[in-house]
């Protein structure tokens, strides 16, 4: 019903521009705050189709939320078919939607793939570069080669247990002899996250993508993977044991290696998106622990991680809108120029370190414990983890914020309302998260 009244509600204004953001906008942050209401319910099967429980209305809230910043930040950026472009937005947000909610199997799958085509079509009608293109394939190719084993093994789960649906299958065990199955069903969502030596997809499309196709792929598409990983591993908890200490070290070892890959970053949204593949290498790791600890603080890491790299994304945007550049040696002294931008670049990138009182150190705690657990020996690659987060964190505050201002800086044009109203969207709920974490720590 949430689907059919975004599209009732946006299609008649797509014909009149000057009407459409507004209203599909308050639709959207309405949709969210309708589906935040259920969050902490007790688990439920709404229909055949529809199973909600307090992780889907989560991620459904984030998902329609994201959606209608997308929407504003493309409000005076995108020029170039407007209208078509809040089709994919909606469209989108809708696949998503049904995603997060769905109970059987088969249509699992099927709203994890249809995902890519809308992604692919923003990233090529409104990237960048002509290099848009070799971006699109690297996210399809990447993605859907990943993904098309899995169907091999849902057909497998299905034939096994006789149901389709994912409550039931609650109640059933694998043999032994099924975990190369399991390795083959999680790969998906191991690649969509992505892990590290998955991960060159990833900072191609962002650095290709436009700005609402960058918030959509840091903030909602890698929680499809998260998604995926987590409910499965609810699922079927003791097939972790067979293959997570590989899964673990790599993604360790991989967290460690892109964040020092950040350190040498001189664009912006390069930086930004290896940091991604940071953060979701502790996702990974605490999920394949299979502990409370680690998937609460698994699907917490992916609330904020959503929100704070969407916000980052959207510093990278404005900067190269108001300086036509996001080279990181050519930005210098934007303190001077604009302190409200440079204050929010402060508050994001502390945010993004984890430090406290944010959502983010929250979740950091709860992984870091539970991945502790595996083996004592982890500790030392998550203490290297977390200085180095903070190290290029703040190489790209100063980087930007901070020195004398490049030559080209002779004029920046101020900062408009709706980016203000923007940022103030992405802050609004992350503070109300850390008065009220237990809304996305509750499994």
């Known amino acids: 019903m949430l689907s059919i009244s ?10 009149n521009q000057a009407y459409s953001w507004p209203v599909i906008i308050s639709h959207l942050l309405m949709s969210s705050l309708l589906i935040s209401s259920n969050m902490n319910s007790s688990p439920s099967i709404l229909t055949n189709w529809i199973y909600m429980d307090n992780m889907s209305c989560t991620l459904m809230t984030l998902s329609t939320w994201v959606s209608g910043m ?38 699992f799958y099927i709203w994890f793939e ?14 960048y570069q002509p290099e848009r293109n070799q971006a699109s394939i690297y996210l399809i190719m990447y993605t859907v080669l990943a993904s098309l084993p899995m ?60 700005l609402a196709g960058s918030m959509i792929l840091a903030a909602i598409l890698l929680k499809l993977g998260g998604y995926g990983l987590i409910r499965f591993s609810q699922l079927l908890p003791y097939m972790n044991s067979y293959i997570k200490n590989p899964i673990i070290a790599l993604s360790l070892m991989g967290s460690v290696i892109t964040s020092m890959i950040c350190l040498r970053q001189t664009d912006m949204k390069a930086l930004i998106a290896y940091s991604s593949v940071s953060h979701m290498g502790l ?31 959207i510093l ?18 934007m303190l001077t120029f604009m302190p409200l931008l440079s204050m929010a670049w402060f508050i994001f990138n502390i945010i993004n370190m984890a430090a406290p009182p944010s959502i983010n150190l929250l979740s950091e705690i709860m992984l870091i414990t539970a991945i502790s657990t595996i083996s004592m020996l982890n500790m030392l690659m998550l203490g ?47 503070l109300f998260l850390i008065l009220k974490p237990e809304l996305i720590t509750n499994m």
Do not use: D
């Open 6 to 15: 975004m599209y009732l509600m946006s299609l008649p204004f797509l014909l």
């Open 70 to 107: 997308m929407i504003l930040a493309s409000l005076k950026l995108i020029q170039n078919k407007p209208k078509l472009l809040i089709f994919l937005i909606i469209t989108l947000n809708n696949i998503i939607l049904l995603y997060f909610s769905s109970s059987k199997l088969l249509m």
């Open 114 to 127: 249809a995902s890519l085509i809308p992604t692919m079509l923003l990233i090529m009608f409104w990237g």
């Open 151 to 210: 169907i091999a093994s849902i057909m497998g789960l299905i034939k096994y247990n006789y149901s389709m649906m994912i409550p039931m299958l609650l109640h059933f065990s694998w043999p032994f002899s099924y975990s190369l199955m399991w390795l083959i069903m999680i790969m998906g969502f191991l690649v969509k996250l992505p892990m590290y030596s998955t991960h060159l997809w990833l900072p191609k499309a962002h650095v290709e993508a436009p």
């Open 283 to 313: 996702l990974i790791s605490g999920v394949m622990t299979s502990s409370k600890w680690g998937l609460s603080g698994s699907l917490a890491m992916m609330i904020a991680h959503g929100i704070s790299s969407s916000a980052l994304f």
């Open 316 to 333: 990278a945007a404005l900067n190269y809108t108001l300086i036509n550049t996001r080279s990181m040696f050519l930005c210098k002294g």
């Open 384 to 430: 290297i983890i977390s200085f180095i987060t903070a190290c290029y964190s703040l190489y790209l505050y100063t980087s930007i914020n901070h020195g004398n201002h490049s030559p080209i800086l002779n004029y920046v044009p101020p900062l408009t309302m709706s980016n203000s109203t923007l940022l103030f969207y992405h802050l609004t709920p992350m």
